[in-house]
């Protein structure tokens, strides 16, 4: 059965926050369900997202819901077992626009995910996700 992976004992890593201002931008603001909230990221070619679960999982889809104009137009999920390097699992192509978008990933057993969102739309490199959801099972 699908739901949704990331869990309290869920650990995250970001590549930037606007202004380092965790409080209003930080990367809690990923996963906390409030349409208000969102994490924004500095300037820079590449952003990024780290996840490190608790247990082994099967990964099935990603969502991720941008603000329109701070979105990417080419992102790549990574993922790895244990303290093995990143191997690319797949490549997707966000529309800039506001709405959950849906990315179906092939089966991939990690218990580490890399998401890297490449070419953002926003001149300065800067990018704003109010969700993002890791779906699939636990292994």
């Known amino acids: 059965m699908t739901h949704s992976l990331v869990c309290a004992e869920t650990v995250s890593r970001v590549s930037s926050v606007l202004n380092r201002n965790t409080r209003q931008f930080g990367k809690k603001h990923l996963f906390d369900q409030n349409e208000e909230t969102c994490w924004n990221s500095d300037q820079g070619p590449c952003q990024w997202v780290i ?25 790549c999920l990574e993922g790895s077992q244990g303290s093995e390097a990143f191997n690319k699992i797949v490549d997707f192509y966000p529309d800039d626009n506001n709405s959950l978008q849906t990315f179906s990933v092939p089966a991939a057993e990690v218990d580490r995910l890399k998401v890297t ?13 109010y969700h993002l959801r890791v779906l699939g099972e636990k292994v």
Not at 117 to 129: H, K, L
């Open 51 to 75: 996840l490190e679960f608790p247990q082994r999982i099967r990964v099935s889809q990603l969502q991720i819901q941008f603000q329109g104009g701070f979105s990417s137009r080419r992102g």
């Open 117 to 129: 969102f490449e070419d953002a739309t926003d001149f300065f490199g800067r990018v704003v996700i």
